[in-house]
DNA sequence: CTGAAAGCGCTTACAG
DNA sequence: CTGAAAGCGCTTACAG
């Protein structure tokens, strides 16, 4: 016997089987049939299973459409952001989507739209399609979004962006990730150890600074000269490298880079000037950007900001509050996790957290 | 005056005006409310700029989730994919949702599920929130997803994936990409124009290679060699180059690589054996990756895939056959783009066709 | 334990 | 030109 699972209108779109197909072959009213798909009243066993059985059979799917109406909720949440390149927000994304679906909640992206009023239109498109609440994500974590959003009520997680007074957001712990980076440098036995990173304008940059710098006074070191700021380029690394190698004082014995296209762009540098990594000079980056950190040669040690993470966290923060649940407001920093390979002579093939 | 924005009931969410408040407050039915804020129906044109004032005033959001009920129509669109870096759906699902967005139309993103039961999980829940059709998108023309459909009916268009008999599915045309690409070159001087790129078993790598012996056998030149097929990384680059530069053979004046990580490969060597790019050997990639591109020491000539035009004209056409217009089936072979930098030694900073 | 009925916020024949 | 009413597919008091 084959299930009957669909009903083809003439020339129609598909229609699926509703809960009165369901309570009808079941012989029940739909009050029941409806308590007995969601686990809710009390019911003999042998009913319950029975709508169950008949809700299989025809290939029923709760219009959940339906269901949000009645029950002022969308299961759904949407995510505006402003990193069209999408290097910190896919991996975010996996991991808020994944855990958001295990939920029965599902996730609009709008992706790439940096310009004010196109972020505004998806933020109205979100709006009318009533989203039960909102992350925000950027690519820094000073910045917010050029948007303005809806009166009060609507739910908001801010990720990896600005997060205005009072709300809740969530970053990685840079301050942290670069001391760790730092630490083991340190406890592999380098001393002289320089930081080539990105633009001061950066909290990012800043704050990775500091935890270089904290990590060496901690260990009674000196910082080897101030760290180099500039762009977060490969260039920049490389042009770092040449100008440091080209002096004559004291050559360092490791660098700390801000991400890891500069720790490639060293690299690169150092393979020009035959210098050896990691034996002369270690090397840490930062991000675990894979398609550079594993194609460096050799593969780059380097900090993951465990951004998967940080989009899961949100999600679950974002669907306590949706709950009517007390969240913690203010920002909340994540740890980060150092990713240990070739690049800083250490033992490779073991992480350290 | 201050225009009443919200009613906030205790302790309850956010509450948003309806369109029987609207009607109120423009003193018409909720019927002629309805037309007027769509647009539909014949009315005075007092009447429908009175109701339209009154929406704004009330900063007025219609519930599209009760729209979707009557209509049977949700104005939403499921994305699903397979692939996780994000390489390809990241500027595929960006020229989508731009396109989407435009029309009332909002996008949900299934990112990084690569296992079936969690695809599947995703197509579940997207048929409960009744998205009005789908987006299936991989990381390869020749691979479908392990993902077993609902029964006939939902509209589904294929981007970069292989595409069931029957459907519709977009495509790169790489042929005729690659054919651009080396006739680039053969216009630029170049004679002995060898060929790496990535493993056999890939469509793509099939059809690059096949315009690269079609363009030289169109201008009667010899391939130089056969094409070294292996893994799309910046390491097959490096040691196929370094393996053709070691023998004493007649060295080739230009290489067509199958990717930008593989031409990245490929400078690098060159760089290591002190040989001169472009001058000495042009290199051309594929991908127009620009994180890779932009930052080869020189910038790399490229061949860019368009893939926001792809998801773009993938979104349309899905649309379409969600309006129940006929949508030729079949596989479209989008045009692609060469992005002319400094790696070919021709006029940098223009853009050929 | 089970069900009839109201209602979520819209759209759309149907009637005037 | 305008409106009263039915209905989309559910959930949930309320009643029995």
């Known amino acids: 016997m084959i299930a009957k699972v669909s009903k083809q209108p003439l020339g129609g779109a598909y229609q699926r089987s509703t809960i009165r197909d369901v309570a009808e072959k079941a012989k029940t009213s739909v009050t029941t049939a409806s308590r007995a798909l969601n686990g809710t009243g009390r019911m003999t066993d042998e009913t319950r299973k029975r709508v169950h059985e008949v809700a299989a059979e025809l290939n029923y799917r709760p219009n959940s459409i339906a269901r949000g109406l009645v029950q002022q909720r969308s299961f759904t949440l949407g995510l505006l952001t402003n990193d069209t390149y999408g290097r910190f927000t ?8 994944e855990a958001m679906v295990d939920r029965g909640v599902s996730v609009f992206l709008s992706a ?7 972020l505004q239109l998806n933020l109205r498109a979100m709006e009318e399609k009533r989203v039960d609440g909102l992350v925000i994500t950027g690519k820094r974590i000073d910045r ?3 948007i303005e959003l809806p009166p009060m009520g609507m739910p908001v997680v801010y990720v990896n962006a600005a997060c205005p007074k009072g709300a809740t957001g969530f970053v990685p712990d840079d301050l942290n ?14 001393r002289k150890i320089a930081h080539i990173t990105g633009p001061y304008d950066f909290k990012a940059a800043r704050l990775r600074e500091q935890g270089w710098r904290h990590a060496l006074y901690e260990s009674g070191l ?5 760290a180099l700021f500039s762009s977060w380029t490969e260039a920049h ?5 040449r100008m440091l190698f080209s002096s004559s004082d004291e050559k360092p014995d490791a660098i700390f880079c801000g991400n890891d296209q500069i720790a490639r762009g060293v690299v690169d540098a150092f393979a020009l000037l035959g210098i050896s990594v990691p034996d002369d000079v270690a090397i840490v980056g930062y991000d675990n950007w894979e398609i550079f950190a594993k194609a460096t040669r050799p593969p780059l040690t ?7 993470g940080l989009g899961r966290s949100a999600g679950l923060a974002l669907l306590d509050m949706i709950a009517g649940k007390v969240v913690k407001p203010g920002i909340q920093e994540m740890p980060c996790k ?16």
């Open 90 to 97: 896919l991996p975010m994304v996996t991991g808020l989507s």
């Open 112 to 118: 790439g739209e940096y310009k004010p009023e196109r």
């Open 144 to 146: 917010g979004l050029p």
């Open 177 to 190: 990730g670069a001391k760790n980076a730092v630490n083991h440098l340190i406890s592999a036995g380098r």
């Open 222 to 226: 000196e910082p080897y000269g101030n």
């Open 237 to 241: 690394g490389y042009d770092a490298t």
């Open 302 to 308: 380097t900090v993951d900001m465990e951004l998967a």
């Open 338 to 353: 150092l990713i240990v390979r070739e690049s800083c002579g250490a033992d490779s093939g073991r992480n350290m957290l």
